[in-house]
């Protein structure tokens, strides 16, 4: 079965701060891996689809690569809006979310 | 507008059976897979079925394999989660999202979710 380590699982940032997030497969998944948002009390939200896919109404400064087994999510300039938990997901097989990563601000 | 509405949580002793519905509506529900996703409080997000756009498919995760049934009526445009013999550890928010992509196989990820319906498993 594929693991998904996501890290950190939580971190504090300064607005306009780079904040970086990363995701690790225990196999090669090839690009299939997408970020979710999740704000408190609320559903996710998909922002990156195929790694790297910014989806239509999501602001340029979110952004994801990688693929084999190492991703990485970035959010270039934190805003205050972007408060929320992150999660990565797998479907190289059946879907597997990443644990999360908890962001706050400074 | 693209819609998913989850109705049927609540608190229900464990043991017992409770049955989740998703209404959708705002796009064609017969073309597109559809899933179920929980999160226990404070935990983070477990995918927990996912049924392919004709109802053939059906795949769960081993904790809730045997005891849980996906199923949909496309001509109500309605998802289904049937839980039974329900265990403190399922208590959690179930989401019913949909899938990215259109009359396929093969499941992408989650790209419309519904608000969620809270499931409480308790004496």
């Known amino acids: 079965d594929i693991q998904m380590t996501q890290s950190p699982s939580s971190l504090s940032a300064s607005v306009g701060d780079r904040v970086t997030i990363t995701c690790q497969a225990s196999q090669d998944i090839s690009k299939s891996l997408n970020w979710y948002q999740q704000k408190p009390g609320k559903a996710p939200k998909l922002l990156i689809s195929?790694?790297?896919n910014l989806r239509t109404g999501v602001p340029s400064r979110f952004s994801g690569s990688g693929s084999g087994t190492d991703f990485t999510f970035t959010i270039s300039s934190l805003q205050p809006e972007d408060i929320a938990t992150y999660y990565c997901q797998q479907y190289h097989s059946l879907p597997l979310f990443g644990g999360g990563t908890k962001v706050e601000v400074k | 507008q693209v819609q998913l509405v989850e109705s049927g949580g609540g608190v229900v002793q464990p043991g017992r059976s409770l049955r989740l519905s998703c209404a959708a509506s705002?796009?064609?529900?017969?073309?597109?897979?559809m899933y179920w996703v929980r999160q226990a409080p404070g935990k983070g997000l477990e995918w927990v079925a996912v049924i392919s756009f004709d109802g053939s498919n059906k795949y769960y995760a081993d904790s809730v394999k045997g005891r849980f049934t996906i199923s949909r009526d496309n001509s109500k445009n309605t998802l289904y989660l049937q839980m039974n013999s329900l265990r403190a550890e399922d208590t959690a928010v179930f989401y019913c999202a949909r899938d990215i992509n259109v009359a396929q196989f093969y499941y992408f990820g989650m790209d419309v979710w519904g608000q969620g319906t809270t499931v409480t498993v308790s004496s």
């Open positions: 705002g796009f064609t529900f017969s073309n597109f897979a």
């Open positions: 195929d790694a790297s």
